[in-house]
T-cell receptor
Framework: SQQGEEDPQALSIQEGENATMNCSYK?????LQWYRQNSGRGLVHLIL?????REKHSGRLRVTLDTSKKSSSLLITASRAADTASYFC???????????FGKGTLLTVNP | NAGVTQTPKFQVLKTGQSMTLQCAQD?????MYWYRQDPGMGLRLIYY???????DKGEVPNGYNVSRLNKREFSLRLESAAPSQTSVYFC???????????FGQGTRLTVV
């Protein structure tokens, strides 16, 4: 079964609003990553947070990690129509080699 | 740099035909991966190669074989295609297993 599970499956917001997506996972990890996929394209890496970190920022992105709850959240602030995409979390399951992805959250930002 | 290059981009096969999906990366990465993406299922790991000379099964390996030809290239072979293998296939690479993954643009495969 897949290591990460995103929630919600779909999210629709207005431009300028904030979008929050959550990810839960099952086993210990070395790090957790978030990716974006525009329709019909490959995935693009957004941000990586290590297991000993609790929060990380990159531009309009903020990621939190709670290893005790085995969960992470991705916050996109001041969203834009160009942020419309699917967002996936990915974990390594502590294996150092096996990167597994969740099913993704489809974010739609309406202009 | 081209990054991760997959060929072909599109392919239609008849049931029972075989084909090989090619993947090459020019970033000197150690680890490479093959995923399939189906609607509502996200990405599922088919096979991965932690380093040159090694390959391991992922979540959904049945019906597939892989070859890590050298450090750059990692191919995925369907020996006898089935309609259930209709999917979008992505190749990815990482410097090591738990670092940023770079993806190819995908191969859209239809088996009729």
């Amino acid at each position: 079964s897949q290591q990460g599970e995103e929630d919600p499956q779909a999210l629709s917001i207005q431009e300028g609003e904030n979008a929050t997506m959550n990810c839960s996972y099952k086993t210990s990890i070395n790090n957790l990553q978030w990716y974006r996929q525009n329709s019909g394209r490959g995935l693009v890496h957004l941000i990586l947070i290590r297991s000993n970190e609790r929060e990380k920022h990159s531009g309009r992105l903020r990621v939190t990690l709670d290893t005790s709850k085995k969960s992470s959240s991705l916050l996109i602030t001041a969203s834009r129509a160009a942020d419309t995409a699917s967002y996936f979390c990915a974990t390594d399951g502590g294996s150092n080699y096996k990167l597994t992805f969740g099913k993704g959250t489809l974010l739609t930002v309406n202009p | 740099n081209a990054g991760v290059t997959q060929t072909p981009k599109f392919q239609v096969l008849k049931t029972g035909q075989s084909m090989t999906l090619q993947c090459a990366q020019d970033m000197n990465h150690n680890s490479m991966y093959w995923y399939r993406q189906d609607p509502g299922m996200g990405l599922r790991l088919i096979y991965y190669s932690a380093s040159e000379g090694t390959t391991d099964k992922g979540e959904v390996p049945n019906g597939y074989n892989v070859s890590r030809l050298n450090k750059r290239e990692f191919s995925l072979r369907l020996e006898s295609a089935a309609p259930s293998q209709t999917s979008v296939y992505f190749c990815a690479s990482t410097r090591t297993g738990n670092t940023e993954a770079f993806f190819g643009q995908g191969t859209r495969l239809t088996v009729v």
